[in-house]
């Protein structure tokens, strides 16, 4: 049986503008109804306009902005058409792929889509950002480290890891962001939205990630389908 959390009520948002990405389906579209119901206006980003535009006539005083995530070019030409102000921009868009692939710009797609993106879309609507930022991160940061000499992940890609390394970004990022913003009066606020049911998951066909391995002496989550050298038994000790 699934579990579903109640609608849960925000403020009045009448006057007030949101710019939320991946609205189109998931935790996006979530968060555009909740916003629609306390009366926000709308700006949702899709790449497939006919999709965004359905969405946008459910919620009411609502606006596409169409760009792809993984085309730079895309971003830039959608962000010069949000010529308002933004109360709250939710960067709420991300991916995962099965397997490892490039986007047009050369970079890898998980990547792309959950942090050079959304960065790029986040500093071009800067100026016309006043209140908050919202950057939705994920606990899978915790298995993961940055490696600064292979970003791209052309060496053991796997999609948890290359997922994982993204969000760590994600993080990063938001608190360097809140450190620059911190004396603008725009705040910047990272959210973990715990497990739920939605795309990302469907792209393995069973509506689940794949299986995570945890130590068997600390119990902390490993890398999926894949053993960890530091966490094998005795005698070799875990990191803890």
């Not at 009411?60 to 933004?86: K, N, Q």
């Not at 868009?93 to 879309?121: I, K, Y």
């Amino acid at each position: 049986m699934r579990n579903r959390l109640p609608d849960l009520p925000l403020p009045d948002q009448h006057g007030r503008t949101w710019l939320i990405t991946g609205a189109t389906n998931g935790l996006g579209r979530e968060t555009a109804r909740a916003a629609a119901r306390a009366g926000a206006r709308i700006l949702l980003t899709s790449r497939d306009k006919d999709r965004g535009q359905q969405v946008a006539a459910a919620l009411g005083d609502a606006r596409v902005i169409a760009l792809d995530f993984t085309d730079l070019a895309s971003v830039r030409a959608g962000s010069a058409t949000v010529d308002e102000p933004i109360d709250v921009l939710v960067n709420c868009a991300g991916g995962l792929t099965t397997s490892r692939s490039e986007t047009v710009d050369g970079h890898e797609s998980v990547l792309a889509m959950n942090v050079l993106g959304p960065f790029a879309l986040t500093n071009l609507v800067a100026d016309r950002l006043r209140g908050r930022v919202v950057i939705v991160g994920s606990n899978s940061h915790r298995q993961v480290h940055l490696d600064l000499e292979d970003l791209q992940l052309r060496r053991g890609w796997n999609p948890m890891k290359a997922y994982g390394r993204s969000k760590l970004a994600d993080m990063l990022w938001a608190l360097e962001l809140g450190r620059r913003l911190e004396m603008t009066g725009v705040s910047v606020m990272l959210a973990h939205p715990g497990w739920a049911l939605t795309n990302i998951q469907n792209r393995f066909g069973r509506g689940r990630m794949p299986r995570s391995r945890r130590c068997r002496r600390c119990g902390r989550s490993r890398r999926p389908m894949a053993p960890s050298r530091s966490c094998t038994p005795p005698p070799v000790r875990c990191r803890r």
